[in-house]
């Protein structure tokens, strides 16, 4: 079992930067690719940023692409999400996972999840 959780996350206002941590304990190892999804109101939970176990290979959804930088840290069991340039689209509960293979880029590879945080972009 792997316990992910968020800390972090509040109101911001459009512009601003934020970031995003996720702390892992329990079963933890660097051998988990991590994701960070969203679930904005009304609407269903996307992925929108991953990353390989190694830390090589970082995907994005195209709407965050070139403002969200995923990054980790084996030793210490993290992850954070660099959040620039943030917009009211951006509105949502943000969601830390992990999943037991190499690179995940679909929502269904991930086995863990975060309880999430919310991020309330304000025009």
């Known amino acids: 079992q792997v316990q992910l959780v968020e800390p972090g996350g509040g109101p911001v206002q459009a512009g601003d930067s934020l970031r995003l941590y996720c702390a892992a304990s329990g079963r933890t190892s660097s051998h988990y690719a991590m994701g960070w999804s969203r679930r904005a109101p009304g609407k269903e939970r996307a992925l929108v940023a991953a990353?390989?176990?190694?830390?090589?290979?970082?995907d994005y959804a195209d709407s965050v692409k070139g403002r969200f930088t995923n990054s980790r840290d084996n030793a210490k069991n993290t992850v954070s999400l660099q959040m620039n340039s943030l917009k009211p689209a951006d509105t949502a509960n943000y969601y830390c996972a992990a999943g037991s293979v190499f690179r995940a880029t679909r929502a269904y590879e991930y086995d863990y999840w975060g309880q999430g945080t919310q991020v309330t972009v304000s025009a």
């Open positions: 990353i390989s176990w190694s830390g090589d290979s970082t």
